[in-house]
C-alpha cells in the first residue's frame, strides 16, 4: 500500500513536470491583476523527494483555482542551492517561486560562498509541510533498541557509523544531533542521497541512519529494516509501537524534517500574502492531510512571517551544530 502511494505520487509528478512557452511579463503586475501569466516553481532536488511532492500538490491545486498554469521544475543542484540563487536572482512579480526542506537553513551554515543571503534576499510564502526521521538499523545487527545502539557506540568509541544523504543534508545533520547528545563517538559515512544511504544501511555495512520517514517506512513495516525511535518527541501514527528517541534514551533529543515555499524578498507583500492565502486554503483542506498521511508528511500552513522567524531560527541551530562537529564545504 505505503509503495503504491508513493508511486502513484511520483508519476503525478512527472505528469506535471511539463514545459510551456514563455510569455510576456505584464508591467507593474498588482495583487489583483495576480497572476497574470505561468507561475513556476523551481525544486532544487530531483522528483520524488518531500519538497517535489509538496511542490507538486500545490502547484496542480493553484492552477486549478486560478486557471493559470503552475509548473514544477527540478533544478538539482549544491544542497539546493543552485535553484534558490535562481529564485533570489529572479524579477519582483512572484512568477518564480522555491520549494525547499530544512536544508535550505542549514547551507548558510556549511557554504562559506553562497551566492545568494539566505535571511536577507529570499522570503517565505508559507510553511507546507513538517515530517519525521525515523532511526533505523539493520535486522542483521542484532539491535533492538535506542539504549542497545548506544551501548554497542560506548563499547567501541569510533568504530561504528552513521549514513547520511550527504555533508550538509538534513539526515547529516540529524545523525549529528544525535550523536552530540547522545555523547557517542561514530563516523559519519555521506553518500550520495537518501537511496544509497539506506541501502547501505539496510545491508548493515552502515550501523544506523535517521531516515526521512517516507523513504524508511515500507522497509520498516516489511521487516528488512528494525525502527528504533522518531525523531518527534511524540510518536508517529504510522508507527505507533515505535519510541521517540527522547523517551528510548536520549532526553530531549528533537528534530524534523519541514518544507515550505519562497520568493524573491523583492516580490510585493501584497502578492506574498496572495499566495500564501491560496496555499493555506490548500493545505488545509482534507484532501491534503489524506494525500500525505500515508507519507507521513503533515500539512503545516503558516503566515510568511512565522515561516521566515522559523528559518532564522533554524539557521541559527544549525550554525551551532556546524560548529560543534566543524562541518564546513568548500
Do not use: C
Not at 24 to 43: D, M
Not at 174 to 202: C, N, Q, R, S, Y
Not at 267 to 289: C, F, T
Not at 321 to 329: F, L
Request: proline share 8%; aromatic share 6%.
Amino acid at each position: 500500500m505505503q509503495a503504491g502511494v508513493s508511486r502513484l505520487l511520483y508519476a503525478v509528478g512527472l505528469a506535471l513536470s511539463f514545459s510551456v512557452p514563455a510569455y510576456a511579463q505584464p508591467p507593474n503586475t498588482t495583487a489583483a491583476e495576480y497572476p497574470g501569466k505561468p507561475i513556476r516553481i523551481l525544486v532544487g532536488f530531483t522528483p520524488g523527494g518531500g519538497p517535489d511532492i509538496t511542490a507538486r500538490y500545490i502547484a496542480q491545486k493553484l492552477s486549478e483555482a486560478w486557471k493559470q498554469q503552475v509548473i514544477v521544475e527540478n533544478r538539482p543542484g549544491a544542497g539546493g542551492n543552485v535553484a534558490a540563487g535562481m529564485v533570489a536572482r529572479a524579477g519582483p512579480d512572484g512568477y518564480t517561486l522555491l520549494s525547499v526542506s530544512s536544508a535550505h537553513a542549514i547551507a548558510p551554515a556549511i557554504y562559506p560562498k553562497l551566492s545568494y543571503d539566505t535571511l536577507k534576499n529570499l522570503s517565505g510564502i508559507t510553511l507546507s509541510g513538517n515530517s519525521k526521521y525515523v532511526l533505523v538499523v539493520a535486522p542483521s545487527l542484532g539491535i533492538k533498541s535506542v539504549n542497545e545502539l548506544l551501548a554497542a557506540a560506548r563499547a567501541k568509541p569510533g568504530q561504528l557509523n552513521f549514513s547520511s544523504a550527504g555533508v550538509g543534508s538534513g539526515t547529516h545533520f540529524a545523525g549529528e544531533m544525535f550523536k552530540a547528545m547522545a555523547k557517542i563517538d561514530v563516523v559519519h559515512i555521506p553518500f550520495k542521497g537518501i537511496p544509497e544511504a539506506l541501502t547501505e544501511t539496510l545491508t548493515g555495512r552502515v550501523h544506523f541512519f535517521l531516515a526521512p520517514i517516507a523513504n524508511a517506512i515500507n522497509q520498516v513495516k516489511d521487516g528488512r529494516l528494525t525502527a528504533l525511535g522518531v525523531s518527534s518527541l511524540e510518536r508517529d501514527a504510522l508507527l505507533p509501537e515505535v519510541p521517540a528517541v527522547a523517551e528510548a534514551g536520549v532526553p530531549g533529543y528533537q528534530t524534523s524534517l519541514w518544507f515550505g515555499l519562497l520568493a524573491s524578498s523583492e516580490v510585493p507583500r501584497p502578492i506574498l500574502a496572495k499566495l500564501n492565502r491560496e496555499i493555506v486554503r490548500i493545505l488545509s483542506e482534507p484532501d491534503a492531510r489524506q494525500r500525505w498521511a500515508p507519507i507521513g508528511i503533515e500539512p503545516r500552513p503558516t503566515t510568511p512571517e512565522e515561516f521566515d522567524r522559523l528559518i532564522r531560527d533554524e539557521v541559527a541551530a544549525f550554525s551551532r551544530i556546524a560548529s560543534g562537529a566543524n562541518i564546513k564545504v568548500d
